[in-house]
Every structure is written in structure tokens, then in C-alpha cells.
């Protein structure tokens, strides 16, 4: 199929153009006149991609730049602008060049008679399942504002959470790629010019030294082998994570981590889930098709089995709370909180503060695992250098001892 661009006006006067997908022109005409559109201009767009266009398919929009793009159309809309005005204005002060081409074709769709949720749903890389499921309630119901601004507090909220893992993992990160760098550095050059000493060693090395050098011997003589490993082991786990049973027990995996880190990594997931569902049931998403968003975005797979048993629950008329107390991922808190809001009718408002207290707990865990990850990491990089040197020294005391 291809891509055209047409213009055309209305029964009253009214222009509009846009770009519709078809097989031909015939196609376009038909489609535009069962519109009501009577057709002016059609035109194929031709794409002939440059190496800049190239270059520009490999940028990323920052989630900062959606948040900031969805605050700034929520405050247009409230003061009154008409949508395509709305999209004119976003046009002009993003600066991010791919997100103001995704803006652009979505006011050309909407200029073509199409629901913004709609142009939205068109670029799922850019939109996801919960901003196109918020926008069109928002449509529908008249409160496009609160559920672009509610978007934004959800991204706002999310992003921070993100913000907070990624400080607290860059020191671990940077000590362990530290770490690594020595190890081979060490194994690398200061190995071999012991081992040239060693050869004159007429006793037997000791058990350390022999591990030493036997890493030496491989990383300088068979360092292909070393890149092999590690990129085939990078490649076969990105496989396994990525199928369905691959994924289920990678999940179950991390939530076992030590040192708490399968804690944070639970309760993210609480925080990320009640989040979601707070939102989509306030916005007033169909609760069937919330339960269904919130388990795909909620980045667990055993929570969203576990939303498959309460969308099973809902359909036979029984409770959200029920389903929720038989799974191992829910606490009992949680369980009785969605049970409260079922009850009084304030589901969304309890989901809140569940996402509230488990948010407040990640950071409160993620400070307190910064705090014991720093030493821990700088003695694993003390013991590494520790035993490289041992094992280098340890025979020449041996030979000192035998002179001795």
C-alpha cells in the first residue's frame, strides 16, 4: 500500500487535507467522498529515504520530552485551543525532530477526520497501550485535560522511579566496570612478566598462582574465545528472556535476587501495577480493558497471570480483591486495600495509595542498598587485586623460605 496526501473540502467549504494509506488513487477518492469530502488534490508520496532520514529513524524520544509534550497539550486544550491548533503550536516548540515529524502525521490525521486516539494509536512505539486507552476515555467522556494531565502524572511519577534506580546503580555499575578493567589489566600485562620469573621456579607453583596464570594464558592466547563467550552469552539470554517460558522464570529469577534487590525489584513492579490501574480507573477505562492494559505494562509476567485470573473473576461477576489474595505477588495489604475501594466505591483512590506507599518504599530500600552496595563493591574490588597480587608473590616467598 501507499501513502497519499489530498485535499479537499467539505459540503459547507470547509478545507481539509491529510494523508490517507490505500492501494490507489480510486481508493483515496472513494474512501474521501464516503466522507463527505469532495476531492480537490491527490497526491503519492514518494519515499526516498536520505542518509539524515536514516540517522533520524535510530533517534529516541526521552520520556521527558512525552511527559513535557502531554503537559503542554493538557494546559492548551483547558485554556480552550481547538486540537489541530493545539498540534500546530506542539510543532513549532519541540525540538526533537522525530517526535515533531510523529506530531505532525498526527494532526494530518486528525485534519483527515480521524480521533486523536486514533492518529495516537498509529504510533504504538511512541504511545503506548495506557495513553491511547486514557485519551480516547478522555475523548469520549469530554475530559480530554484531566486525562492528558493524569498521562502526564503517571509518566512524571514512572520516569522518577526510573531516576531513582538508575542514580542508585551507577556507582555499583562504574565500581564493577572499574573492577573488570583491573581484572584483565592485571591478567593481561603484570602476569606475564611474573610468569617469565617463574620459570626458573623449580618447585611447584601453588594452587592460586596456577589459576592466575592459566587466566593469563587464555585472555592474551585466546582472547577470540573470551569475546565468543560473551557475546554468544549476551545473545542466548536475550533468546531465553525474550520467550514465553524464558521470561516467566527470568521473573521469578529476579524477584530471588539477594540483598534485597529482588525486594526492590517486587515492589517496583506493586508500585508500577497500582499506578497504572489507578489511573485507567479513574480516567473511566472499561475496568475489563484496564485489567488487560494494567497486566501488560505492569513488567512482570507472574503479576500479569495473576491479572488474568481477576479478569477471569470480574467476567463471572465475582471481585478484583479475591483473585489478588490467592497470588503469591500480591500482599495482603494490597489485598484488603483493593477490597476497601471495591466496597466503597473509591477503587482508584485506594490503588493510588498503594502505588503512594510502594513508591515512598522503593526509595526508602534503594538508599538503604546504595549505602551497603558501596563498601561491598569496594571490597570485591579490593579482593580481586588482593588475590591477582597474592598469587604473583606467594611463590617467590615460597623461594625466599627455600634459600632460607
Known sequence: ???????????????????????????????????????????EQKTTLTNFDLLERFKRIKPAELTV?????????????????????????????????????????????????DALEKHPDTFDDLYIAMTRTGETAGMLEESLDRIADQMEKRDSLKRQIRAAMAYPLMIGGFAATVLLALVAFLVPVFEEVFKDFNGELPAITKVSVGMSHFV??????L??????????????????????????????????????????????????????????VPLLQAIDITAKTAGNAHIERAMDDVKKSVQRGGTIAQPLRESHMFPSMVAHMVGVGEETGNLDGMLGKVADFYEDEV?????????????????????????????????????????R
Open 220 to 225: 592474551t592466547g585466546r582472547w577470540y574465545l
Open 69 to 117: 509534550m502531554t503537559r503542554q497539550l493538557a494546559t492548551m486544550v483547558a485554556s480552550g485551543m481547538s486540537i489541530l491548533r493545539c498540534f500546530h503550536v506542539l510543532e513549532e516548540t519541540t525540538e526533537n525532530e522525530k517526535l515533531k515529524e510523529i506530531l505532525d502525521q498526527v494532526r494530518l490525521d486528525i485534519e483527515a477526520g480521524i480521533s486523536m486516539s
Open 227 to 284: 569475546i565468543a563467550i560473551v557475546v554468544g552469552t549476551i545473545f542466548l539470554f536475550r533468546r531465553w528472556k525474550k520467550s514465553t517460558w524464558g521470561r516467566f522464570q527470568w521473573d521469578a529469577i529476579k524477584l530471588k535476587f539477594p540483598a534485597k534487590i529482588g525486594d526492590v525489584i517486587h515492589k517496583l513492579a506493586l508500585a508500577r501495577w497500582s499506578r497504572t490501574f489507578s489511573g485507567l480507573v479513574h480516567s473511566g
Open 1 to 43: 500500500m501507499a501513502t497519499f496526501t489530498f485535499k479537499a473540502v467539505d459540503l459547507t467549504g470547509v478545507p481539509a487535507r491529510g494523508e490517507l494509506e490505500a492501494e490507489s488513487k480510486q481508493s483515496v477518492t472513494d474512501q474521501l467522498r464516503d466522507r463527505g469530502l469532495i476531492v480537490l488534490d491527490i497526491n
Open 363 to 403: 526509595a526508602a530500600v534503594i538508599k538503604a542498598l546504595t549505602s551497603i552496595l558501596e563498601p561491598v563493591m569496594i571490597m570485591v574490588v579490593g579482593g580481586i587485586v588482593g588475590f591477582i597480587v597474592i598469587s604473583m608473590y606467594l611463590p617467590l616467598f615460597q623461594l625466599y623460605d627455600n634459600i
